[in-house]
């Protein structure tokens, strides 16, 4: 059954105590997967994110022709153990010109990024497409970089979809900046063994720094030979407990189970932004996560200024807009300048309203937050957060403690709707 078109999350009106249990790091999935696939031998991955992001990949890997298994986890619905069947560097599967094999992507940018460099390792032609949004994202760095260690990368505008003319390795060197995306940088690090590639970092971005040292920490730790790999908790999707748990108090015990404890997700600093502080930066402090905190930043004590924030503008949707868009439905006094966004206080509280979510999975799970605290906040398209964390709002509704207890209903028709009916599928 799926979720309604517009569904609402009323507040909660009771003490709530819980340990919410988030699904894995889609982050290191993906980058996990591609791991996986170059090693040298088989690999089970546990605790891995099995989402529409991380689906796209897995398909993927099948369709180059890996051996892919996936089996459920004990601990989490969201969760897979999966066993992929390493090839040390081999691609089975490649197309032609006059039929190139073709690869989906959706609107997952770490697929779009990093199956763009394995492709290169392959033999034969590769296509990459993707929604329309995906179309309208940035590669022309990835390409540059792949061109320079000599594949042949054909695509209008630099843009997908993209035929990729596999090679195999080509031991060759390449530079790649990181201020446009740290995917780009990633992509050929995952991939610079197996291809034989030397991969030069060009600038010194604060803000993609942190995602491209997890790449190297994550190639450092991996089973290249074959083994078992664990997949930490993702820090972003826990941030919006961590937030609920801040909006409800003092009526509210929330924690995460299995919090991550390593440094490799730039957001399991989020805890330590609560209460807010007066500024907040995209580029040095919080990944994804800030989305979480200019939400929630209207009941802080003063205005926060959100800082740095050009990245979001080329993610799932133009995020910053967006946020100032929706934030003001509810009664937010929001101001955008340049790349920062200024969020005020608001003494009188805010009110409901429908938000646009702009087919954006975070514009969806930070708003579901605010719901638990205002009345008449509906959620457009909630089906959305099956990008990266399906249950979401099994998570809201669930009974304690694993749960939150939250009522949440069609919006369209007051109908109550049951925890069975809460999955984004």
Same mark, same amino acid.
């Given at each position: 059954?799926?979720?309604?078109?517009?569904?609402?999350?009323?507040?909660?009106?009771?003490?709530?105590? !819980?340990?919410?249990?988030?699904?894995?790091?889609?982050?290191?999935?993906?980058?996990?997967?591609?791991? !996986?696939?170059?090693?040298?031998?088989?690999?089970?991955?546990?605790?891995?994110?099995?989402?529409?992001?991380?689906?796209?990949?897995?398909?993927?890997?099948?369709?180059?022709?890996?051996?892919?298994?996936?089996?459920?986890?004990?601990?989490?619905?969201?969760?897979?153990?999966?066993?992929?069947? =390493?090839?040390?560097?081999?691609? *089975?599967?490649?197309? #032609?010109?006059?039929?190139?094999?073709?690869?989906?992507?959706?609107?997952?940018?770490?697929?779009?990024?990093?199956?763009?460099?394995?492709?290169?390792?392959?033999?034969?032609?590769?296509?990459?497409?993707?929604?329309?949004?995906?179309?309208?994202?940035?590669?022309?760095?990835?390409?540059?970089?792949?061109?320079?260690?000599?594949?042949?990368?054909?695509?209008?505008?630099?843009?997908?979809?993209?035929?990729?003319?596999?090679? =195999?390795?080509?031991?060759?060197?390449?530079?790649?900046?990181?201020?446009?995306?740290?995917?780009?940088?990633?992509?050929?690090?995952?991939?610079?063994?197996?291809?034989?590639?030397?991969?030069?970092?060009?600038?010194?971005?604060?803000?993609?720094?942190?995602?491209?040292?997890?790449?190297?920490?994550?190639?450092?730790?991996?089973?290249?030979?074959?083994?078992?790999? %664990?997949?930490?908790?993702?820090?972003?999707?826990?941030?919006?407990?961590? $937030?609920?748990?801040?909006?409800?108090? *003092?009526?509210?015990?929330?924690?995460?189970?299995?919090?991550?404890?390593?440094?490799? %997700?730039?957001?399991?600093?989020?805890?330590?932004?609560?209460?807010?502080?007066?500024?907040?930066?995209? &580029?040095?402090?919080?990944?994804?996560?800030?989305?979480?905190?200019?939400?929630?930043?209207?009941?802080?004590?003063?205005?926060?200024?959100? &800082?740095?924030?050009?990245?979001?503008?080329?993610?799932?949707?133009?995020?910053?807009?967006?946020?100032?868009?929706?934030?003001?439905?509810?009664?937010?006094?929001?101001?955008?300048?340049?790349?920062?966004?200024?969020?005020?206080?608001?003494?009188?509280?805010?009110?409901? $309203?429908?938000?646009?979510?702009?087919?954006?999975?975070?514009?969806?799970?930070?708003?579901?937050?605010?719901?638990?605290?205002?009345?008449?906040?509906?959620?457009?398209?909630? !089906?959305?957060?099956?990008?990266?964390?399906?249950?979401?709002? %099994?998570?809201? !509704?669930? &009974?304690?403690?694993?749960?939150?207890?939250?009522?949440?209903?069609?919006?369209? #028709?007051?109908?109550?709707?049951?925890?069975?009916?809460?999955?984004?599928?």
């Amino acid at each position: 059954m799926s979720l309604p078109e517009v569904i609402e999350i009323l507040p909660l009106d009771a003490p709530v105590s !819980a340990v919410i249990t988030v699904p894995g790091s889609k982050s290191i999935t993906n980058r996990a997967l591609i791991l !996986a696939a170059l090693a040298e031998g088989q690999v089970t991955l546990r605790g891995a994110l099995w989402s529409e992001d991380t689906q796209i990949m897995t398909a993927a890997l099948q369709q180059l022709g890996f051996a892919v298994e996936v089996e459920p986890d004990e601990k989490e619905f969201c969760n897979r153990m999966i066993r992929v069947g =390493g090839l040390g560097g081999r691609i *089975p599967n490649g197309g #032609t010109a006059e039929k190139p094999l073709a690869l989906f992507v959706g609107n997952a940018g770490t697929a779009a990024r990093f199956l763009a460099a394995l492709a290169c390792l392959g033999r034969g032609v590769f296509r990459l497409h993707g929604s329309e949004r995906m179309h309208e994202r940035p590669q022309a760095g990835l390409f540059a970089a792949l061109r320079a260690l000599g594949y042949r990368i054909d695509s209008a505008q630099d843009r997908l979809p993209a035929d990729i003319h596999g090679a =195999g390795p080509r031991p060759a060197r390449c530079r790649v900046a990181m201020s446009e995306s740290s995917q780009f940088a990633s992509a050929l690090l995952l991939c610079a063994a197996a291809g034989g590639w030397k991969v030069d970092l060009a600038g010194d971005s604060q803000e993609e720094a942190p995602y491209v040292a997890m790449t190297r920490q994550l190639i450092a730790a991996f089973p290249g030979k074959g083994g078992e790999f %664990q997949i930490e908790a993702d820090a972003s999707s826990a941030s919006y407990f961590y $937030a609920a748990n801040w909006l409800m108090q *003092p009526r509210a015990a929330i924690g995460v189970a299995s919090f991550p404890k390593s440094d490799w %997700q730039i957001d399991a600093a989020f805890p330590r932004f609560l209460p807010l502080p007066g500024e907040v930066s995209r &580029r040095r402090q919080l990944g994804d996560s800030i989305m979480t905190a200019m939400v929630v930043a209207p009941f802080a004590s003063g205005p926060t200024r959100f &800082r740095d924030l050009e990245r979001l503008r080329v993610q799932e949707c133009e995020r910053v807009a967006a946020l100032r868009k929706e934030l003001t439905k509810c009664g937010a006094s929001v101001v955008e300048q340049n790349d920062d966004l200024t969020v005020f206080p608001a003494p009188g509280g805010l009110h409901g $309203a429908e938000i646009e979510t702009y087919n954006d999975h975070r514009m969806a799970m930070c708003f579901a937050i605010l719901g638990l605290k205002i009345k008449g906040i509906c959620i457009k398209n909630p !089906a959305c957060v099956k990008k990266t964390f399906p249950n979401f709002f %099994q998570k809201l !509704a669930g &009974r304690s403690p694993s749960g939150l207890g939250a009522a949440i209903r069609d919006a369209r #028709t007051a109908h109550p709707l049951r925890e069975a009916e809460l999955f984004a599928d």
